[in-house]
C-alpha cells in the first residue's frame, strides 16, 4: 500500500474475490496507509452489509468509504419487475444480511434451466424418461423469442451470427450473456458512503445519466455494432456518486 501510495494514483481498479477484500478497506482505513484515490473494480467483501463496519480505522477514517464495487443488486433499485420482490423475500428470510451476494444469480440460472428443460424435453418410449439434447438447449437459449426477465435484467445469448463482430474487436462470443441497456444484463456500480452519522450505506450509482459520456466512451465499440443506446439510461433509485471528504481534502479541494 506504501508503494502503490506513492506512486500517486486517483483511481484504483480492484479485482478482489477474496478475504483480502478485507485487508484492503482495513488498510484504506488506516492513515499510514491510506492512498487518496477512487476505488473502483470488484471487491466481494464489499458486498456484505457488515462490510463498513470491518473497515473501520484511525482518526475517525472508514476504508469502504467511497469504494465502488460492481454487484448484481443494490437497495432500492429494480432492474426488473421480479427484482424487488425477490429482494424482498430475501431480505425477510436474511434480516442479518439484507441484500445477496452474486452467487444468489444461481435463483435465476435454475428458474431459467426449468423453462429451457420443460421446451426441450422429449419422452423416450422405450426407456419411459425424459432425455434432452445439449443442442437443442443451445438452441432454445439462443432463440431471441426465448430472452427471460430475470431478477437483474433480461438474459438473452449471443450466437454464432456475431462471431464476425468479435473479429472486429467487439466482445460478443457465441453463448455468452447479452450485454447493455433497456434492460439486458448490465450489472450495477455500487458505492459505499457515509449517511451522514458516520454509518455506511450502499448506494447503486451506475448506470446513471450523468455518466453518459463517460458509459459510451468505455462502451464506445459496442454502441454502434450492437445498437446500444445509453443516452439518458438509468435505473430508478440510482443516485449520484459522491468523492468521500478525505479524498477531496487530500486532493485540495476541500
Known sequence: MNELKNMGPNIIFTFLSGPVGISYGKAMATSALQVPAITVGINVEAQDPAYWSKCTGDAGNNGADGQLTLMTWAPNIEQTAKTGPFLDAWAAAHPTSPLPIYTASTYDIIKGLVVALKATVTIN?????????????????????????????????????????????????????????????????????????????????????????VTNGIFGALNGALGLNWTGYQYAGTEMFEFPYWILHAWGVA
Not at 159 to 179: K, N, S
Request: charged content about 10%.
Open 125 to 213: 418410449a422405450t426407456l419411459d424418461a425424459p432425455v434432452f439434447s445439449y443442442d437443442d438447449l443451445i438452441d432454445w437459449y439462443e432463440d431471441p423469442a426465448n430472452i427471460q426477465v430475470t431478477t437483474s435484467g433480461k438474459a438473452g445469448y449471443y450466437t454464432a451470427a456475431y462471431q464476425p463482430l468479435v473479429a472486429a474487436g467487439v466482445p460478443c462470443y457465441a453463448h455468452d450473456l447479452m450485454f447493455g441497456p433497456q434492460q439486458m444484463a448490465t450489472g450495477l456500480g455500487v458505492q459505499w458512503q457515509d449517511d451522514g452519522t458516520g454509518n455506511g450505506k450502499v448506494v447503486g450509482v451506475w448506470p446513471h445519466s450523468a455518466f453518459l459520456a
